[in-house]
Nanobody, 124 residues
């Protein structure tokens, strides 16, 4: 079993920054690619960013490209999402996800474990 715990969410004004963290633990956690998704009220959960186990491959949703950066520290089993130039439309619950593969992935169905989510609220 893998446990994922997100932190770092909060309320910020448009143009501000936040850094989300996701700490992973569990006996079966090892060479895992990770991802971030988000879900706004009344909308489906959508892809935000993904990173391969090595950290060498990353992909972003077009809506966050150039503003968000995903990174990971394998020694700490932690993945990060640095969010800059935040917009009101970035308001959502952000979820961390892990998959039993070293390869980055862009769709929800490719992930095996999910965190509980952390709220990000961006005001104008």
């Amino acid at each position: 079993q893998v446990q994922l715990v997100e932190s770092g969410g909060g309320a910020v004004q448009a143009g501000g920054s936040l850094r989300l963290s996701c700490a992973a633990s569990g006996r079966t956690f090892g060479r895992n690619a990770m991802g971030w998704f988000r879900q706004a009220p009344g909308k489906e959960r959508e892809f935000v960013a993904t990173i391969s186990w090595s950290g060498g491959i990353t992909h972003y949703a077009d809506s966050v490209k150039g503003r968000f950066t995903i990174s990971k520290d394998n020694a700490k089993n932690t993945v990060y999402l640095q969010m800059n130039s935040l917009r009101t439309e970035d308001t959502a619950v952000y979820y961390c996800a892990a998959r039993f593969s070293t390869l980055a992935a862009l769709t929800r169905g490719e992930y095996d474990y999910w965190g509980q989510g952390t709220q990000v609220t961006v005001s104008s």
